[in-house]
């Protein structure tokens, strides 16, 4: 079974408006780490956001914010205000296991983004 | 956040000849590295885990005689690949995180796109 899973091979958003990228994971281990990371054209892996599993809040940093609902194992990326800037390969990730434990992180396939003016 | 970086950004080389891929954490110290890589359109595999002053830790199916990982001080790992083919021609990066944050990211290098004849 997939660990991770993005099921939207692409998508596309007009600027400024904001756009939920999803992702699911599977897990046993009460204890692990979602992640979002960005990745241009360039290459460079950018990191987003980040959603421990016993956090209590959902994860926000600017315009990004993660939609964690720990009973569905999903941990949705929602971008707002999206900007041209934003067209890329966005890749979610697990850590599975506490961080104490472990660094690996498994890849979902990602998601290509496309903001349109 | 913490920076990684890795050199050479770009490689040619023929095929049978080795290759060696430099990441360096710039301003922390890692114990522990992480190699991945990626494929056109695809996602990231995790290669193997680089242990600083012990052996490497390799995922199942990748072949450690040929992708050669030494992690000989805290700040620098190195993957070389020996006697490559085209076949492994791709894009590889490689992690770290920094364990003086409290935050659990983990940061990656830019990435080395290596192109065999």
């Known amino acids: 079974a997939q660990k991770i899973t993005q099921t939207q091979p692409g998508m596309f958003v007009q600027e400024k408006e904001a756009v939920t990228l999803d992702c699911t994971y599977d897990?046993?281990?009460?204890?692990?780490?979602l992640f979002w990371y960005k990745q241009p054209s360039s290459g460079e892996m950018i990191f987003l956001i980040y959603?421990?599993?016993?956090?209590?809040q959902n994860a926000t940093e600017g315009r990004y914010s993660l939609n964690f609902q720990k009973a569905r194992k999903s941990a949705n990326l929602v971008i707002s205000a999206s900007q041209l800037g934003d067209s890329a390969m966005y890749f979610c990730?697990?850590?599975?296991?506490?961080?104490?434990?472990?660094?690996?992180?498994?890849f979902g396939t990602g998601t290509r983004l496309q903001v349109f003016p | 956040g913490a920076v990684v970086s890795q050199h050479p950004s770009r490689v040619i080389c023929k095929s049978g000849t080795s290759v060696k891929i430099e990441c360096r954490s710039l301003d922390f110290q890692a114990t522990t590295m992480f190699w991945y890589r990626q494929f056109p359109k695809k996602s990231l595999m995790l290669m193997a885990t680089?242990?600083?002053?012990?052996?490497?830790?390799?995922e199942q199916g990748v072949e450690k005689d040929k992708f050669l990982i030494n992690h000989a001080s805290l700040t620098l790992s190195t993957l070389t690949v020996t006697s490559a083919h085209p076949e492994d021609s791709s894009f590889y990066i490689c992690?770290?995180?920094?364990?003086?944050?409290?935050?659990?990211?983990?940061?990656f290098g830019p990435g080395t796109r290596l192109l065999v004849l």
């Open positions: 959603q421990g599993s016993y956090d209590q």
């Open positions: 680089s242990n600083e002053g012990s052996k490497a830790t390799y």
């Open positions: 992690s770290a995180r920094d364990p003086g944050l409290a935050e659990e990211t983990q940061y």
């Open positions: 897990t046993s281990d009460p204890s692990y780490g």
């Open positions: 990730a697990m850590r599975e296991g506490p961080s104490y434990n472990t660094d690996k992180l498994i």
